[in-house]
Nanobody, 115 residues
């Protein structure tokens, strides 16, 4: 059974940094594409960053140059390093993977960027 558990969210001031973690079980993060999504209040869930099994990455235009997705194969964990945070980055952040045509989601971690 696939489980994705996010952590690392919290309250941070504009310009600050956070690192989110997604610990995976029941899957191997290096075998499948992994992604971070976010959903702000009243908005649709959107892709923030993704990493393929080959290590290629892609980012939403709104976070390019500020966010970095990475993975630690030994820990079976995917990270999202978020720098220069802005109030508009406030959202619940979700980890995602797709195996055998099935999407798996974590429960999310809340990031609030506010002074």
């Amino acid at each position: 059974q696939v489980q994705l558990v996010e952590s690392g969210g919290g309250l941070v001031q504009p310009g600050g940094s956070l690192r989110l973690s997604c610990a995976a079980s029941g899957t191997i993060v290096s075998f499948y594409a992994m992604g971070w999504y976010r959903q702000a209040p009243g908005k649709q869930r959107e892709l923030v960053a993704a990493i393929t099994s080959g290590g290629s990455t892609n980012y939403a235009d709104s976070v390019k140059g500020r966010f970095t997705i990475s993975r630690d194969n030994a820990k079976n964990t995917v990270y999202l390093q978020m720098n220069s945070l802005k109030p508009e980055d406030t959202a619940v952040y979700y980890c995602n993977t797709k195996m055998n045509g099935i999407n798996y989601w974590g429960k999310g971690t809340l990031v609030t960027v506010s002074s």
